[in-house]
C-alpha cells in the first residue's frame, strides 16, 4: 500500500489550505493566496517565456488552474510547489505550442525570443544579459529549468524534485550541466 | 585553538569561489520589469467570475440537455404505438367473427396510418383497409 508523504508545512499554510477548500471561504483565501505568490509565480513564468504578455497571460491560467483544481490538492507537497508544478507545467505546453508555429524548430523560436528582448520595454537588461538569456534559453529544457529554479528562486533540490518529478540525483547532475555550460559560454564570450 | 583543518571540504571548492559569487551577483540581478501597477491589478475577482460563470453555463448545459431529452422521451411516448388493439388483428377477428365488442370500451389508435377511423355512435367505421374491404362497421 502506498504511503501517503507526510510534508512539514506552516500551520498558516493548513489553514489558507482548509480555507480555500471551503466553499464559503474559498473565494477570500483565494484572494489571499494569489497576494502572497503573484510575484514569485510571475517571475518564474517570466523567466521561462521571457515576453511580459505571454506571462501574464499564462499567469492567469495558472491561477484559474489553482482555483479550480483546489480540491484536489492533496496535500502531500507543499500549496508552493504544487502552485510551482502549475507554473511550470503550463509555461512549457505554451512553449511547446508556440515552437508548433516555428514548425518545431526551437532554435528559431528562442532566437526569435531572445530578438525581441531588445526591443521589450520591460526588459531591463544590457546586451551581456541578453547574450545570458540567449545561453540559458537554449540550454535543454530540463537543464534550463533546473538551472532557473536552483539559481534564480534558491530552491532547495528536494523541492525541484517533487515539482518536476524528477529524482536530486537528475537534477544535481542536470544543473551541474547547466552551470558548466553557461560558465563556459560565457567565459568564450568574455563577458566576466 | 581548534584548527580548522578538522574541517573537510569538496575538491578544488575555494578555486574561483570569488568568480562564482560574482557570477551569481550578476546572474541574480532582476533584469525583467513589469508594467507600473501591474501586481496590483492582478485582479482576482475577474478568476473566480470567469469559473462562475463558465460553472454556470455548464451547469445551464447539462440541465438544457437533460430537459430536451426528457421532452423527446415524453413526445415519442405520446405518439408511440400504445397498448391499443392493433387494427389487423381486429380486422382478422371481425372477418372471422370472432369478436364481441359490444358494449365494451373498444380502443383504436388513431394515429395509425393505415386506417381510419370514425366513431359515430359507438359505431366504429374502419376504412382504407386491404384491398378486398372498402370499410368494416363495427358495432
Redesign the interface.
Known sequence: MKQKKSVVVSALEKELIKKLKNSKSKDSAFRELVNQSKKNLYFQIRRLLLDHEDTNDILQNVYIKIYRSIQKFKEESKLSTWMYRIAYNESINFLKSKEKKYLFSSDVMYNTMINNLREDPYFDGDELDIKLQAIIAKLPPKQKVVFQMKYYDDLKFKEISEILGTSVGALKTSYHLAKNKIKKEISDNQTF | MRSSSSFKVPNKYFKNFD?EI???I??????????EN??ES?S?ER??E??KSKTFYKNLFITSSITLVLIILLVFNNFGEKEFVDETFLVNDILEENYDYIGENLYINQYSKNYTYQNYDNQIIMSNLDNDFDYIIIE
Open positions: 568568480v560574482l557570477e551569481k550578476k546572474l541574480n540581478k532582476n533584469i525583467f520589469n513589469v508594467p501591474y501586481f492582478i482576482t478568476i473566480i470567469k469559473e
